[in-house]
């Protein structure tokens, strides 16, 4: 019971990491909000929790809408009697390279993977102030660390990502608020986002071709990353703030 009495919020939580995460924390004792706009996949999610006991709700949530993100915290705040832990994990892929991006698709990468995250950040923290100790966690990648050729708009959001994680640290530990901030950067991790990129070569075959760069040999699991960040969530990592944890199978080491 690692987030007894803790109040979550988590974006994309309709599948994949984000779900796993909800999973965990729930199984954790955490009240766990669920927003994505993948609806029917977020209803799922909280039978899931609710079946084996946990305590979860739904919300329809586009994080790029402003109004959106005001109106899910302000239900979901009332719905769990307060909020402490805020996930920004809803995010999507964009692998083209510099030349190959049009410039409405580098908005939208950024306007998912890391406007999400400031408008997150700044609606959020009011709410948490009330509840504190209070943690953020923003699911950022192994690449907004490293570039690769083909990956301009989402290195440049994931990237940015990584620095506002500190910004906001920075600020909150100013301001005296008690919440922290920090990020998580995974490398390839098995859930819907790579059944995506495995469209052209298949499943298995890309599955292969990514472990091959991996020094541990594998793909990663959803948990091994939930696992990261129910540890940034928890007051376990109440002297963390600021930080990045690299999940990444030793990648970024070489
Ligand atoms: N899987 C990986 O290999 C990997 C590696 C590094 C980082 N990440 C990051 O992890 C996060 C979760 O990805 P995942 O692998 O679980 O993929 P996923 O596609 O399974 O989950 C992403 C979720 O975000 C939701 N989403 C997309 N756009 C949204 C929007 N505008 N508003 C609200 N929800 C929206 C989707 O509906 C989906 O449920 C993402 O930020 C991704 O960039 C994933």
């Known amino acids: 019971m690692r987030l007894q009495g803790k109040m979550a919020?988590?974006?994309?939580?309709?599948?994949?990491?984000?779900?796993?995460?909800?999973?965990?924390?729930?199984?954790?004792?955490?009240?766990?909000?669920?927003?994505?706009?993948?609806?029917?996949g977020a209803a799922e999610s909280v039978d899931m929790i609710k079946a084996v006991g946990g305590e979860a709700f739904a919300y329809k949530h586009?994080?790029?809408?402003?109004?959106?993100?005001?109106?899910?915290?302000?239900a979901?705040?009332?719905?769990?009697?307060?909020?402490?832990?805020?996930?920004?994990?809803?995010?999507?892929?964009?692998?083209?390279?510099?030349?190959?991006?049009?410039?409405?698709?580098?908005?939208?990468?950024?306007?998912?993977?890391?406007?999400?995250?400031?408008?997150?950040?700044k609606y959020a923290i009011p709410l948490m102030r009330a509840h504190a100790p209070g943690a953020i966690v923003n699911v950022s990648s192994i690449a907004g660390l490293i570039a690769g050729h083909n990956m301009a708009a989402y290195n440049s959001a994931k990237a940015g990502v990584w620095l506002l994680?500190?910004?906001?640290?920075?600020?909150?530990?100013?301001?005296?608020?008690?919440?922290?901030?920090?990020?998580?950067?995974?490398?390839?991790?098995?859930?819907?986002?790579?059944?995506?990129?495995?469209?052209d070569i298949g499943k298995e075959a890309l599955t292969k071709k990514l472990a091959r760069q991996v020094p541990l040999g594998t793909i990663g699991e959803p948990n091994d990353v939930a696992y990261a960040i129910l540890y940034l969530a928890s007051d376990e990592s109440k002297f963390v703030t600021g930080a990045e944890i690299k999940i990444d199978g030793g990648i970024s080491a070489m």
């Open 76 to 121: 979901a705040h009332e719905d769990m009697g307060g909020l402490n832990i805020l996930v920004n994990n809803a995010g999507i892929g964009g692998g083209s390279t510099v030349e190959d991006t049009d410039f409405a698709t580098w908005k939208r990468v950024h306007e998912v993977d890391v406007d999400s995250v400031f408008l997150g950040c």
């Open 165 to 199: 994680s500190k910004s906001v640290a920075l600020h909150c530990a100013k301001r005296g608020y008690r919440i922290r901030s920090n990020s998580v950067h995974p490398t390839f991790i098995d859930t819907p986002i790579l059944d995506r990129m495995a469209a």
């Open 9 to 40: 919020l988590i974006t994309g939580a309709a599948s994949g990491l984000g779900r796993a995460t909800a999973q965990l924390f729930a199984k954790e004792g955490a009240k766990v909000a669920i927003t994505d706009i993948d609806t029917a």
């Open 62 to 74: 586009d994080v790029t809408q402003e109004k959106e993100w005001q109106a899910v915290l302000t």
